[in-house]
């Protein structure tokens, strides 16, 4: 659960969840030797997906405004805990990863179906690489990375990803690129 945590954590390479989700879509694009149309589809969907989500997460983060785990259990359990993450400043529900994650899955799914590959986003930094048989899966375990790290709830995690997963179909369906 740590390794996945520290994995997911994208403070030092990536920078935020949309970052690492920019080092798979390279990656893919690499192993499925992906020509310039692909690559332009794939952008094409996932920017919105990865702008939007975080729009639509963040809203509801404000809207409903709940106490990260380390407020919640210093005030009303044991006040001398600490998550194996540092708790970011802003509401925990839902989770932005799990949201974000959620959408690009749909959207990767979409596009080239379920493809085993190797995430290799932080191996220069020293974390071993994690393999997938499914966007799904990834999405998964960036949701429940944010669990592990101590930083979130289960109901952040579960919602974001079905918001997620809902916003990636409603992307899907609203955006028609023109074929050449």
């Not at 009303?76 to 989770?95: E, G, M, V």
Request: glycine share 8%; aromatic share 14%.
């Amino acid at each position: 659960q740590k390794r996945i945590a520290n994995f997911w954590n994208d403070k030092i390479r990536t920078g935020t969840p949309s970052g690492h989700w920019v080092s798979i879509m390279s990656q893919i694009a690499r192993q499925l030797n992906l020509k310039l149309d692909r690559v332009a589809k794939m952008y094409a969907l996932m920017g919105p997906a990865m702008g939007d989500g975080f729009k639509v997460c963040w809203a509801a983060k404000y809207r409903y405004n709940i106490l990260r785990p380390q407020s919640y259990i210093r005030d009303y359990i044991d006040p001398n805990w600490n998550p194996y993450l540092i708790t970011p400043s802003f509401p925990a529900y839902p989770s932005g990863h799990s949201s974000l994650s959620g959408a690009c899955a749909e959207i990767m799914t979409e596009l080239f179906g379920d493809v085993t590959f190797t995430d290799y986003t932080h191996q220069d930094i020293g974390l071993l690489p994690r393999t997938f048989s499914t966007f799904s899966q990834v999405a998964e375990e960036a949701a429940f990375s944010r669990l592990y790290g101590g930083i979130h709830y289960r109901f952040d995690s579960e919602s974001g990803l079905a918001g997620g997963h809902i916003l990636g179909r409603y992307i899907l369906n609203t955006i028609h690129l023109s074929q050449y």
